[in-house]
């Protein structure tokens, strides 16, 4: 359990609503521990948390009591608020409040002596709610006016609508941005989503790959904006770095995002939602459960192993990678030599020119073609696409793709995951992206947290 309850006296009451909201709440920031703190109506609630990185909000609780609800980021992550982190820190202060207004929403329908856990679709209702709410926050601070009401939620709503439909044999994606990036008045009031579910081919035309729906905050539909013309609105051209990479994994709402402002929702054919600020991913969906993209992870890696250059670009291609129905091991060392007698010679690009040029391997050959030199996400992420590990050391140098690396413990465990594990005992650190797109660091030999991670996952 990664939340916790506490009472000033001497019994905690009976709080369905709560500890559904504190399940959620764990789900987005997983890294961070969730307090419910209980307190008689009208009497001084327990001390907050100390140290770095705690936001609360106090309201009323069940009958008779008063419920604060505190995050506190943990050790590891509190510093790198101090570092600029500013995703980081809108998230952390909007998760209390987002839910102990959906806890206020959803309480009438437990009476004070049902203690019974909600249901599952009363749970979901939650999750999306609280989700709904963090996200109409992110809007209203980068756009003139707040989004008109219900718009994100209904939003959501639809997205997951979509998720279970096909529309003319074609599993369906679906791309929109809500933006004040037009100021005209529209000739046709169009409202978005309630006028597009009508007509069912509206998702087809509005891909996320293709085209994107621009919707103003007061939920209007006003005009696609097309891959081929990104220069439409904004001027950028072609889309660059960051968000680059995201159109050419099938969504061009990133970098919609970050020309345009405001909030973007991509639905992907494998059902999950992203959604996407400022040309970043922020929450996703999968599996019924939201999560926070872990934009903190490259600087909880720096901290772990020291400033790296290889962190960052490691995890940009973790995530790159996490966007497509693949899996990949990517690991930082600290000097190559730490492979020695865990990785093949032939997987070894480092040693490609210490090999008799007669006695060399067809793989090894390949290593004379591929362009390493200067290292970036977008190479690692096509070389890990190969089954194998990919290694860099920790100045950014390419050491290995397509390693394979052998682990007695395969037998008990998925064969990437016991990988992973094994090269983790000699790297600084590993990061194994499932098939499923969830991150797992592993250090030491022991796996340290999860990211993304969905109910469905197969760890493979």
Same mark, same amino acid.
Do not use: N
């Given at each position: ?12 009451? &009976? ?66 608020? %101090? ?77 997951? %609508? ?15 941005? &809500? ?33 994107? @729906? ?106 790159? $990678? ?7 091991? @990517?690991? $930082? ?36 073609? &591929? ?5 970036? %996400? ?30 007695? %413990? ?37 796996? &340290? ?12």
């Amino acid at each position: 359990m990664r939340w916790i309850r506490t009472s000033t006296v001497d019994h905690i009451p &009976i709080d369905p609503v709560a500890d559904a909201m504190a399940d959620s709440l764990s789900d987005l920031l997983s890294s961070a521990t969730i307090e419910l703190a209980y307190s008689p109506s009208g009497t001084p609630p327990t001390p907050l948390p100390e140290g770095p990185g705690v936001a609360a909000e106090s309201g009323a609780g069940p009958d008779g009591w008063d419920l604060r609800v505190s995050v506190q980021l943990s050790e590891r992550m509190a510093p790198l608020l %101090e570092s600029g982190a500013e995703p980081l820190r809108e998230m952390l202060e909007a998760l209390p409040v987002v839910g102990l207004a959906a806890a206020t929403i959803l309480r009438p329908l437990r009476t004070r002596e049902d203690g019974r856990p909600l249901t599952a679709p009363i749970r979901r209702a939650m999750r999306d709610a609280i989700a709904a709410g963090i996200l109409s926050r992110y809007v209203a601070s980068r756009l003139d006016a707040p989004a008109a009401e219900g718009l994100i939620a209904e939003t959501i709503e639809f997205l997951i %609508e979509l998720s279970s439909s096909r529309v003319e044999s074609h599993d369906l994606t679906h791309g929109v941005v &809500i933006t004040d990036a037009l100021a005209d008045e529209p000739r046709l009031s169009f409202s978005y989503p309630e006028d597009v579910r009508a007509a069912k081919r509206a998702p087809l035309l509005f891909d996320g790959q293709h085209s994107v @729906l621009l919707v103003d905050a007061r939920g209007r539909a006003r005009t696609e904006l097309q891959r081929h013309r990104l220069d439409r609105f904004a001027g950028g051209g072609r889309p660059r770095g960051k968000a680059v990479e995201m159109v050419e994994s099938g969504s061009l709402v990133a970098h919609a995002t970050a020309a345009l402002g405001g909030l973007g929702f991509y639905l992907r054919s494998d059902r999950s939602i992203w959604t996407f600020v400022d040309g970043q991913p922020l929450l996703v969906r999968r599996g019924e459960r939201w999560r926070a993209f872990p934009f903190e992870l490259a600087a909880s890696i720096d901290r772990m192993i020291g400033a790296s250059p290889a962190a960052d670009v490691v995890v940009q291609a973790a995530f790159l $990678i996490s966007a497509q129905p693949r899996g990949a091991i @990517l690991a $930082i060392v600290e000097d190559a030599s730490a492979l020695d007698g865990i990785v093949s010679t032939k997987d070894r690009y480092d040693l490609r020119d210490d090999i008799d040029p007669l006695a060399m391997r067809a793989e090894t050959r390949l290593h004379h073609l &591929i362009d390493a030199d200067e290292i970036d %996400e977008r190479t690692i992420a096509r070389l890990a696409g190969l089954d194998g590990a990919t290694i860099l050391d920790r100045q950014g140098e390419l050491i290995a793709y397509g390693a394979i690396v052998s682990s007695s %413990e395969s037998q008990y465990e998925g064969a990437r995951t016991a990988a992973a594990r094994t090269l983790s005992e000699s790297a600084l650190v590993v990061l194994k992206v499932s098939v499923d797109g969830d991150i797992t660091v592993f250090r030491g030999g022991r796996p &340290i947290t999860t990211l993304l991670a969905g109910l469905s996952g197969t760890g493979r």
